[in-house]
Antibody
Framework: EVQLVQSGAEVKKPGESLQISCQASGYSFTAYWVGWVRQMPGKGLEWMGI????????RYTPSFRGQVTISADKSISTAYLHLSSLEASDTAIYYC?????????????WGQGTLVTVSS | QSVLTQPPSASGTPGQRVTISCSGSTSNIGSHDVNWYQQLPGTAPKVVIYDNNQRPSGVPDRFSGFKSGTSASLAISGLQSEDEADYYC????????????FGGGTKLTVL
């Protein structure tokens, strides 16, 4: 059974950093891309970027480039989303999702989402 | 402001047919396939239509998709209460907006 299991909810203060993990199982981790999607409270979906675990090829949406870091460790079938210098506006649910191609926004399995709250 | 434009809301009664539109441009919908996601309250999105009009296994044939020019649409026939959700269109974009762009989402209410 394909599963993407994300790390738990986090509460952070402004200026802090955070890394969310997405552990994959049930398929060949290096054969698929893993992307990240942000959903701010009461808002729509935003594609942040994507990584190919086999060679760590990474692509970002321009608005997120330089603001976040996406990576993967194929030895433990886990992808990561690193957020630094957190602001209140980073409060959101972050989802990871599996895709076959970086250019095709067809993601067939999703993580459960990680709620990040940034508050002083 | 989303690159792809969807109506913020739609509604219908059980059994009705509802259509949700998604308008874009030549750099996105006009050049690439469109996928549609359903997001039930408190859950992760789930694909209901891919490549404009293809249904993944397990998605009822009540769901259908259509694309023409720079617009796409999702139709749900025989509306059921379980269809009440947010729906998002998404595609690739060749411009600086990209590479992946979502519609703003449409909240479907089953009356």
């Amino acid at each position: 059974e394909v599963q993407l299991v994300q790390s738990g909810a986090e509460v952070k203060k402004p200026g802090e950093s955070l890394q969310i993990s997405c552990q994959a199982s049930g398929y060949s981790f290096t054969a698929y891309w893993v992307g990240w999607v942000r959903q701010m409270p009461g808002k729509g979906l935003e594609w942040m970027g994507i990584v190919f675990p086999a060679d760590s090829d990474t692509r970002y949406t321009p608005s997120f480039r330089g603001q976040v870091t996406i990576s993967a460790d194929k030895s433990i079938s886990t992808a990561y989303l690193h957020l630094s210098s957190l602001e209140a506006s980073d409060t959101a649910i972050y989802y990871c999702a599996r895709g076959r191609h970086f250019y095709d926004p067809l993601w067939d399995y999703w993580g459960q989402g990680t709620l990040v709250t940034v508050s002083s | 402001q989303s690159v792809l434009t969807q109506p913020p809301s739609a509604s219908g009664t059980p059994g009705q047919r509802v259509t949700i539109s998604c308008s874009g441009s030549t750099s996105n919908i006009g050049s690439h396939d469109v996928n549609w996601y359903q997001q039930l309250p408190g859950t992760a999105p789930k694909v209901v239509i891919y490549d404009n009009n293809q249904r993944p296994s397990g998605v009822p044939d009540r769901f259908s998709g259509f694309k023409s020019g720079t617009s796409a649409s999702l139709a749900i026939s025989g509306l059921q209460s379980e269809d009440e959700a947010d729906y998002y269109c998404v595609t690739w974009d060749d411009s600086l907006n990209g590479p992946v762009v979502f519609g703003g989402g449409t909240k479907l209410t089953v009356l």
